[in-house]
């Protein structure tokens, strides 16, 4: 009745996840900040100043030894843009739409000073974009590559006048940053007057660009801010350099006084084949490291498969019975990702399921060291295990029999039945259990003797019968499938499954 097949572990997923996302909750104590991320400072040569820093780190940073792209995020400020970006890489770095990144927000001190590239009449300290921009190239991103564990790919987001920026640093510094995100860079006219035509002349005059860049428009926008986009946007659309991506988005305003930055949208393009395809095969673990290399050649920076997908189609794995290389693709997740509860549940419950129950016990207790709260079933797990190891009949047979065969595990049987001073436990459900372990496994002439067995030990289940039943229906033998299900039916009237499966068996 019961089938305990691979299936199971698809209900169970969403679950482990919750477990993943809850770590953070479970350590901390009443009255404890949230924390989002640390303020750091750093002190500039160059603009003869200290900087402050808003750093945000991936949640996984501290439990794998992995480098992540970062995110370089100007004109900083927690509420509007610093949260917006920590959650939204987090959401979607999370699910494998986008590699997990890190992210450095530079506070302003003097921001048209820093940001502006021409100095404006209406604010004489502006024009110092040149200067701000050898701070980054000299001074912080050497920083950063130094303190933090960091890919060699930068994105750049440039809000209000940082957008300013963002487009003057991308034709003054190409190889700079590999992306940028911002809003419409013409909204300051003097600015738009300067870089308008450095650009056009920038783009026109190169032939490849391996860049990204994306822009948000809200087309309540001064009109003259929109001709300048709208420009920029058909002239990328005909001189656009071999390699380079763009898109320029015009969106209905957003109603916000400060409007969010396209972090979502921009990210999701920029990293559009990060997510494996929907259609993609995988036949061992090997194809998909095949694929996120093949990949790190297009990004041009070591990717690193995403830890759900690997979760993902390790499932499919196992759900197609191929448990040797499910198993190889689990273990690879874990040297990723050592503390990843989704691949040490499941490599605990297939070493379970094949019947080396010590090896279950070692992942279920790694799990449990990593989180023990709220995992009932990982607890009931370890509890099984243990007291299978220490004195279950039905464990010791089903080694006998995945290591020498059915005879053997007979033979193990009857020994352990004749021996008077043995204290070992028989029980029902897990011979039942093993039954189906082994069908699994691909071993149905072992998995019939084992049902056949437990008839014989529990004539009065009808659960029993039904599993016997079942095994003789998969393996085409109708005649007896209908015999044991209509057994199991006199000893269980309501067994509702037997009821359905019976009609059907009849009919042929």
């Known amino acids: 009745m019961k089938n305990i097949k691979v299936y199971f572990m698809i209900a169970f997923l969403s679950t482990v996840f919750f477990f993943s996302a ?32 808003f750093v945000h780190l991936p949640r ?5 030894q992995l480098a992540y792209p970062v995110m370089y995020l100007l004109y900083v400020d927690i509420y509007n843009y610093f949260a917006d970006a920590a959650i939204i890489t987090e959401k979607l770095g999370g699910t494998g739409e986008i590699p997990p990144v890190i992210i450095i927000g530079v506070a302003n001190t003097n921001r048209y000073r820093d940001l502006l590239p021409v100095k404006s009449r209406e604010r004489s300290e502006s024009g110092g974009a040149g200067n701000f921009l050898r ?4 001074e912080l991103i050497p920083h950063v590559d130094k303190t933090y564990r960091t890919k060699d790919f930068r994105i750049l987001a440039g809000p209000q006048a940082a957008a ?13 940053f590999n992306a940028v995100l911002s809003e419409n860079p013409f909204m300051n006219p003097e600015n738009a007057e300067f870089l ?28 003259i801010d929109l001709e300048y986009a709208e420009r920029l ?12 991506r763009f898109k320029m988005e015009f969106r209905e305003p957003s109603g916000y006084f400060i409007a969010p930055m396209p972090f979502r949208e921009g990210l999701r393009m920029l990293f559009a084949q990060h997510k494996l395809p929907e259609n993609f095969q995988t036949n061992t673990v090997k194809d998909i490291i095949d694929y996120y290399e093949k990949l ?45 509860l989704n691949a040490l549940m499941r490599l605990g419950e297939t070493y379970r399921r094949m019947g080396e129950l010590e090896k279950a016990r070692q992942y279920y207790m790694t799990f449990l060291d990593i989180e023990d709260r709220d995992v009932a079933m990982i607890h009931n797990r370890l509890k099984m295990v243990e007291r299978m190891i220490s004195g279950s009949a039905a464990y010791r047979i089903e080694q006998a029999i995945r290591k020498n065969g059915i005879e053997a595990g007979m033979a193990k049987y009857r020994e352990i039945k004749s021996d008077p001073e043995n204290n070992l436990y028989f029980e ?15 071993k149905m002439k072992e998995a019939m003797e084992i049902f056949k067995l437990n008839v014989d030990m529990h004539p009065e289940s009808a659960n029993v019968y039904d599993s016997l039943a079942e095994a003789y229906m998969n393996s085409g033998d109708t005649e007896n499938a209908i015999k044991y299900y209509k057994k199991s039916l006199e000893l269980n009237p309501e067994n509702t499954n037997a009821k359905e499966i019976l009609k059907k068996l009849e009919k042929k």
């Open 233 to 244: 946007a058909k002239l990328l659309e005909s001189q656009k350099p071999e390699g380079f």
């Open 22 to 53: 809850q770590n953070l909750c479970f350590s901390q104590k009443d009255g404890e900040d949230i924390v989002l991320g640390k303020y750091r400072v750093i002190h500039s040569q160059i603009l003869d100043e200290d900087r402050l820093l």
């Open 135 to 138: 701070f980054l190239e000299e």
């Open 296 to 340: 790190s050649e297009e990004y041009g920076f070591e990717v690193d498969p995403p830890s759900l997908m690997l979760t993902f189609e390790g499932d499919k794995l196992s759900q197609q019975r191929k448990t040797k290389e499910a198993i190889a693709l689990f273990e690879y997740q874990l040297s990723l990702y050592p503390r990843s």
């Open 164 to 176: 300013v920026f963002s487009l003057y640093a991308l034709f003054t510094k190409p190889g700079l």
């Open 196 to 223: 308008y035509p450095r650009a056009e002349l920038f783009f026109k005059s190169t032939e490849a660009l391996k860049n990204f860049l994306y822009i948000k428009c809200e087309t309540n926008e001064r009109p």
């Open 60 to 64: 996984e940073y501290e439990d794998t």
């Open 428 to 442: 029902e459900s897990e011979f039942n259990a093993m039954g189906y372990n082994l069908i699994g496994a691909g």
